[in-house]
């Protein structure tokens, strides 16, 4: 085998047996960096050895037998009083078989859980998941979230701490609470890949496709582990059908390409096609969508025509409706306004949109839509100063460019 195709090799371990080894070790240890740190030395040590010795048969065994050893190792290292010392013995001399890794799949999801406990922040939450879960660095969860690389680590320092200190449990919720917390995953990997699809700052990629693509690998993780649950498939089909047109989104020149312009034949067929089954599959289910079912519903609607012109969008507006009943946020009662722009005329959208101001007048997106309504009832001065607005405040690179071109085309 190639130096190449170990270095593949490795990487795909990494990113598929990640989770898994944390799992385990948390289990065994019941601590997140004793775990996190065995891990990244079992990895490390695979660098070093697969080129030499070849890709084991089962590397995810190999890595979890690795990372155990490097586990005790630690403990051993930082050992000051006798009974610490014997319990590292007790360990180190363990000779029950590995675990399988089949086995370990309830362990991953535990991990989950208590990553995204409640009693953390939100952004908490999702840099811990990123670290601990998804297997990303320190640097490039503070590259993602354009925070310092000492605050990013610091904050999840804390996080770990907390975990420990508060003694919460890793564990899967009990049956009546796991549908609030399972919301609370799903709202996670949610922000993950809105922070890939529209990415913020002014150094930053319009689009980071290592974000999108991590939260619908985590999202897989839980759909794999909870098929039953609607909200995880609706999540998966919203990402899969908005991901599927990422190529699509930003121009050669780096400008944002509205869904209404962009080359529909560049969208990715096969995640669509697998959007549009996980959508039918709910409906077929016959039970009350939630909101990630809902949304999955309307970019199903979206990308069933094959022309912009051939949106039904009296069915995304009864959508919407529906959504308002789940989620009355002024956020979705402006994207249910850009709909009835399409149906009923911008005039009555902008109506609704207007009565927003108050609670969305720091929204870039609020005041690029009113911005575009405006342009089309041909009020040029009140539209170029909504986009003047949207500019201030928008943080995205392409969607800056795309803002600025439709102000400075205004007559």
């Known amino acids: 085998m190639s130096v190449v195709d170990v270095r593949e090799a490795i990487t795909q371990a990494h990113h598929e047996e990640w989770a898994r080894v944390v799992a385990a070790l948390t289990r065994r240890f019941g601590d997140l960096d004793i775990a996190e740190e065995a891990a990244a030395e079992a990895f490390a040590t695979a660098v070093e050895r697969w080129p030499a010795d070849g890709v084991p048969p089962n590397p995810g065994a190999w890595l979890t037998t690795t990372a155990n050893r490097k586990a005790i190792d630690r403990i051993r290292r930082e050992s000051k009083r006798g009974d610490k010392q014997k319990e590292a013995q007790k360990m180190l001399s363990d000779d029950d078989p590995p675990e399988p890794l089949g086995a370990i799949d309830d362990e991953r999801l535990r991990l989950i859980f208590t990553c995204?406990?409640?009693?953390?922040?939100?952004?908490?939450?999702?840099?811990?998941?990123?670290?601990?879960?998804?297997?990303?660095?320190?640097?490039?969860?503070?590259?993602?979230f354009l925070v310092q690389e000492t605050a990013m680590g610091q904050r999840i320092t804390r996080a770990k701490a907390k975990i420990k200190a508060?003694?919460?449990?890793?564990?899967?919720?009990?049956?009546?609470?796991?549908?609030?917390?399972?919301?609370?995953?799903?709202?996670?990997l949610y922000l993950v890949f809105n922070e890939g699809y529209l990415a913020t700052g002014p150094d930053t990629d319009p689009v980071r496709h290592d974000l999108t693509a991590e939260a619908i690998r985590l999202t897989r993780l839980i759909r794999a582990l909870m098929p039953d649950d609607g909200e995880v498939a609706g999540l998966l089909a919203l990402m899969l059908l908005t991901e599927a047109r990422r190529t699509a989104r930003v121009s050669?020149?780096?400008?944002?390409?509205?869904?209404?312009?962009?080359?529909?034949?560049?969208?990715?067929?096969?995640?669509?096609?697998?959007?549009?089954?996980?959508?039918?599959?709910?409906?077929?289910?016959?039970?009350?969508?939630?909101?990630?079912?809902?949304l999955a519903a309307i970019n199903a609607?979206?990308?069933?025509?094959?022309?912009?012109?051939?949106?039904?969008?009296?069915?995304v507006v009864a959508l919407y409706d529906q959504l308002v009943r789940l989620d009355s946020s002024p956020i979705v009662a402006l994207n249910r306004?850009?709909?009835?722009?399409?149906?009923?005329?911008?005039?009555?959208?902008?109506?609704?949109?207007?009565?927003?101001?108050?609670?969305?007048?720091?929204?870039?997106?609020?005041?690029?839509?009113?911005?575009?309504?405006?342009?089309?009832?041909?009020?040029?001065?009140?539209s170029r100063a909504a986009y003047d607005k949207a500019i201030e405040l928008a943080g995205n690179t392409a969607e800056t460019a795309y803002l600025t071109r439709r102000r400075d085309q205004l007559g």
Not at 268 to 284: N, Q, T, W
Not at 301 to 315: L, M
């Open 116 to 144: 995204c406990h409640p009693a953390l922040a939100m952004e908490t939450r999702v840099a811990l998941t990123l670290r601990m879960v998804g297997g990303l660095t320190v640097p490039e969860i503070a590259r993602a």
């Open 252 to 294: 050669t020149s780096g400008e944002l390409v509205t869904l209404d312009e962009q080359d529909r034949g560049a969208w990715d067929a096969g995640m669509v096609a697998e959007g549009h089954r996980l959508v039918r599959e709910r409906l077929a289910a016959g039970v009350a969508p939630g909101p990630y079912q809902i």
């Open 166 to 188: 508060a003694r919460i449990p890793y564990r899967v919720p009990s049956a009546e609470d796991l549908p609030a917390r399972v919301s609370g995953v799903l709202a996670v």
């Open 301 to 315: 609607v979206h990308t069933s025509a094959r022309d912009v012109r051939d949106t039904d969008w009296s069915q």
């Open 337 to 382: 306004a850009i709909a009835v722009a399409e149906l009923d005329g911008p005039e009555v959208a902008l109506a609704t949109v207007d009565r927003l101001e108050d609670k969305l007048a720091d929204y870039h997106a609020y005041h690029a839509t009113r911005a575009d309504l405006l342009r089309r009832l041909g009020r040029s001065q009140k």
